[in-house]
């Protein structure tokens, strides 16, 4: 296996798609000659040219239209939309057109997208460039959510993805780009829709995504010197949720607390909260604890950004007191 | 202009007339109670659809709008299938779950049409994007209304489709209302096709009440498409008789203003026209009517006829 970053993952999965499948192309803002604001589009524009590697307008509504309107008729569009903050002005198109055509038409078509995107604090970018809004898209029917956390899920869960015959909401984290992981040199995908124990434990269950992870790792390694032995879940696609890997780590280590890093109120942990209360509510000992941003907008100052986004310390907690 | 044979002008006729009968029974049925959801009837509007249709290639694309029955049958659309996606059948084009607003038939291009105003604008930018990407000779005709012209959707599109040179033809069907409120309330330049200047296309005024008008206009611009030198801005200045949806007491315009555009009837129009051309006589009309209300007949026995979806297909087609 050779090591290589995050954002290489994504540029190997979105070079050896394009090569593989001549219906696959990128559009989005600053995707070509630039790179990708994030560089994670270097040098394909220069090895595709223009016409697989797009550059479009500041245009979010029409950039997922190209999409829709591209897929109806046979392509495979990677789109990006910048910064996850800005879906919001393409609202429209996924969430009325794209994520529901395949239902309203009774099957009669299909929309094989991929919008790719990023999201996260880190940066001190503030309440319109540092949100994480994928709960939004796992409360739509018709959509697929996944949010990888390694360079290894990255690869294999966007190769996946682009083959997928979905409008599939890919979410990237800004703070993940020069992770390094180590990716297999030969080809491979990952499923959609299914999770992974990152760390097994016997004690309590902890369920974690997208860079979150990192902080629910040093977690779980700290508490593991006081004795408490943490099982880590990355469930890699939100939607859907492997919900039987998270219900069987709670059958076994009977507490679960959500390391997650979008907002408390009805993120993505209050829906895994919800269905471990409906379904496996027996096997628990104590409280389902989320630990979550804060109710508050993102705010610039490094130091009030990071008390918003939860960190190691924070989930030490919320294991405590899981296990109280 | 160029002359139109008796064949294709009868062909014409016959669209717009089968359009007007669909909308007229299917307003009939939902009054009865047969239908439910919501339903834009586009009777007074059947030139624009039929002409620009008449000139798509076989394998060119289209997308419409919530008033879109027009399109749909321009388009060769299954008459059967339409009505009983109308009645909410298993039978329907939707299986039931799509209703008037969401008929797709990509077997016949159709990219479907849409609930939400400007909303297919984007979708025919893209597959005009697409077609440009697989290099086939292809074009789109992209249908909406004055009040979508209004949204961002149609700017950020349209600025695409010029700057992209992309082989579609945006088809405004201006019947002046965005539902209640009138074009000149709300669009701060009252004459759409002008706006074609902001995004380097040809601006194209045509008489949406003449369908030799509109079908004439609409082959240069898919010739322009072909050719590679990209969109075009048409706009059809045409009326809705009825109002904008079932619920509508049409509160917001006159009766004269209503009888002026009735004077101006697209079907009356051109029958009075083929007449005097010798292509066509009352007999014709009689005779092609019937035949019109026998399709009409077999769709709604169809359409009643047909069952119910299963309960079990509330869970199907959410993924492909």
């Not at chain 1, 954002?7 to 050896?16: D, G, I, M």
């Not at chain 2, 008033?67 to 008459?79: P, T, V, W």
Request: charged share 30%; hydrophobic share 40%; aromatic share 8%.
């Amino acid at each position: 296996m050779k090591e290589i970053t995050y954002r290489e993952a994504l540029r190997e999965a979105l070079r050896e798609e394009m090569l593989r499948d001549e219906n696959v192309f990128i559009a989005g803002e600053d995707v070509g000659i630039y790179g990708g604001a994030y560089a994670v589009t270097k040098g394909l524009y220069e090895e595709f040219g223009e016409e697989r590697v797009k550059d479009t307008p500041i245009s979010e509504a029409a950039i997922v239209g190209l999409g829709t309107g591209a897929a109806l008729i046979g392509l495979r569009p990677v789109i990006e939309i910048m910064y996850i903050d800005f879906t919001t002005l393409a609202m429209d198109q996924i969430v009325n057109q794209a994520a529901k055509f395949h239902y309203m038409s009774g099957g009669n078509v299909k929309v094989p997208w991929v919008l790719r995107t990023q999201g996260g604090a880190g940066r001190s970018g503030a309440a319109q460039h540092s949100q994480s809004l994928e709960s939004w898209f796992v409360h739509i029917p018709g959509l697929k959510v996944i949010a990888p956390s390694t360079p290894y899920d990255a690869k294999g869960l966007l190769k996946s993805a682009i083959r997928d015959d979905n409008p599939v909401i890919f979410v990237e984290h800004k703070m993940l780009y020069n992770k390094k992981g180590p990716v297999p040199e030969e080809e491979y995908t990952i499923p959609i829709g299914k999770g992974i124990i990152v760390k097994e434990g016997k004690d309590v269950t902890l369920v974690s995504y997208s860079k979150e992870i990192d902080e629910a790792m040093k977690a779980a390694y700290e508490l593991q010197k006081e004795g408490i032995d943490v099982e880590v879940i990355d469930p890699r696609t939100l939607k859907p949720m492997d919900f039987e890997l998270i219900f069987e780590s709670v059958k076994k280590t009977s507490h679960l607390v959500i390391a997650e890093e979008d907002h408390y109120t009805l993120g993505v942990g209050a829906e895994i909260s919800a269905k471990v209360s409906e379904e496996v509510i027996e096997y628990l000992d104590g409280p389902i604890i989320r630990v979550a941003a804060l109710d508050v907008p993102i705010p610039a100052a490094r130091k009030l950004e990071k008390r918003v986004i939860p960190d190691a310390t924070r989930i030490m907690d919320g294991i405590r007191r899981s296990l109280e | 202009m160029e002359e139109i044979s008796k064949e294709e002008a009868l062909k014409l006729l016959y669209n717009m007339k089968l359009i007007r009968a669909f909308e007229e029974k299917a307003g009939e049925l939902y009054a009865e109670g047969k239908i439910s959801g919501f339903l834009h009837l586009s009777v007074g509007e059947e030139a624009v659809p039929v002409g620009a249709i008449s000139v798509m290639g076989p394998n060119d694309y289209l997308t419409s709008t919530h008033r879109g029955h027009g399109e749909l049958i321009a388009r060769g659309g299954d008459i059967k299938r339409m009505m009983a996606e109308l009645f909410g059948k298993k039978t329907g084009y939707c299986k039931g779950k799509g209703g008037s607003m969401h008929i797709t038939d990509i077997k016949i291009g159709h990219l479907g049409a849409n609930g939400i105003v400007g909303g297919g604008i984007p979708i025919a930018t893209g597959a005009g994007a697409g077609i440009k990407i697989k290099k086939t000779d292809q074009a789109v005709l992209c249908f909406f209304g004055d009040g979508a012209v209004n949204t961002g959707a149609f700017h950020e599109s349209l600025n695409l489709a010029g700057l992209w040179k992309l082989p579609v033809v945006y088809i405004c069907e201006n019947n002046f209302y965005a539902m209640s409120v009138s074009l000149y309330r709300s669009h701060a330049v009252k004459e759409i096709y002008k706006r074609a200047a902001a995004y380097n296309m040809p601006g194209v005024l045509v008489d949406g009440m003449n369908v030799e008008d509109v079908r004439e206009k609409v082959k240069e611009a898919l010739e322009r498409a072909r050719r590679g030198e990209g969109p075009t801005l048409i706009e059809a200045q045409t009326y809705r008789y009825y109002g904008h949806s079932r619920t509508d007491p049409s509160n917001y315009r006159t009766k004269e203003e209503e009888d002026q555009w009735k004077k101006r009837d697209p079907i009356n129009t051109y029958i009075k026209k083929l007449k005097e051309k010798g292509y066509l006589t009352e007999e014709d009309v009689e005779k092609m009517d019937k035949e019109i209300e026998k399709i009409l007949e077999d769709a709604v026995k169809f359409a009643e006829e047909s069952p119910e979806p299963e309960i079990e297909s509330i869970y199907e087609d959410v993924y492909a």
